[in-house]
């Protein structure tokens, strides 16, 4: 099991616990480890010990702010997949109007199924259950293999018909949405090495941070678990952006909740050819 893995699993106020507890437990032990050189620091250690502590808060303040960054830009693809993927649905149902004989009903009820698959794809991984987002992945590629049937039968039987190809282009701007989908969900994910090196940085730099104190001889309580909790908190977020069964952040269902909509209501509309 790799670094993401244990991750995903892991909920996010559970993980927010345990960064916190990690890095006050990590201050905890440079602190012990600086009171027992207590009798022996100079200034020269001090300051060395001081400008190291610096230099280790700020490296692990830019790791984070790149973490972000990458997570940050995960998501955006997720939301750009999500947003195409709606659009070639729409199009798509739009243009299985322009095909001959009862092939437009047909396009139509697996599109309506295909948007509705969609939903449930997404509710089932924000609650976290793979099982079920895998088994309706298996039923949207059989829909999809259904789709890529129809658009093939109105392309060989069009002749001149023009209108048939933008069903077909709809159908193959649906397959790269989808595509894109899956590959920006579940394997854009920042590197388990730079999830290691953050994690170790981040104890490393509250060791010093502790061994400081502890030179000194005096710690502030208040100080210890502003820094623990605010460095957790980043690392939170920067782990909720990247993992796909968000807690905090998730995209806006809306717009595939009213393209689903209209589908039903054109399913039981008077005219379904007129829009």
């Not at 599109?111 to 992945?137: M, N, W, Y």
């Not at 995209?251 to 005219?271: A, C, I």
């Amino acid at each position: 099991m790799n670094a993401m893995s244990v991750l995903d699993n892991i909920p996010l106020l559970l993980l927010m616990v345990i960064f916190v507890l990690s890095m006050v437990g990590f201050i905890e032990i440079g602190f012990r480890v600086g009171r027992s050189h207590q009798s022996k620091p100079h200034k020269a250690q001090m300051a060395q010990v001081r400008a190291i502590m610096g230099a280790s808060l700020g490296l692990l303040a830019f790791m984070l702010a790149f973490s972000f960054s990458m997570a940050q830009h995960h998501f955006e693809a997720r939301a750009q997949a999500y947003m195409l993927e709606i659009s070639a649905i729409d199009s798509a149902y739009r243009g299985a109007d322009l095909l001959d004989g009862d092939v437009p009903v047909i396009a139509k009820d697996i599109l309506r199924r295909f948007a509705t698959l969609r939903l449930k794809t997404s509710k089932a991984a924000h609650a976290g259950d793979i099982e079920g987002v895998i088994q309706l992945l298996r039923e949207s590629e059989s829909l999809r293999v259904q789709r890529w049937n129809l658009s093939e039968a109105a392309m060989s039987g069009a002749g001149e018909g023009a209108d048939t190809g933008i069903f077909a282009q709809s159908v193959l701007a649906m397959i790269d949405a989808h595509d894109a989908r899956i590959q920006a969900t579940l394997f854009n994910r920042i590197s388990p090495v730079i999830w290691i090196t953050l994690f170790l940085m981040a104890l490393l730099s509250m060791i010093v941070m502790g061994y400081q104190a502890g030179l000194t001889g005096t710690r502030s309580s208040l100080a210890t678990w502003t820094l623990a909790i605010t460095f957790s908190a980043v690392m939170a977020l920067v782990t909720d952006l990247d993992r796909p069964n968000m807690s905090l952040f998730q995209l806006n269902q809306q717009l595939m909740v009213e393209l689903e909509n209209r589908m039903v209501e054109d399913q039981f509309s008077p005219h379904p050819g007129n829009r």
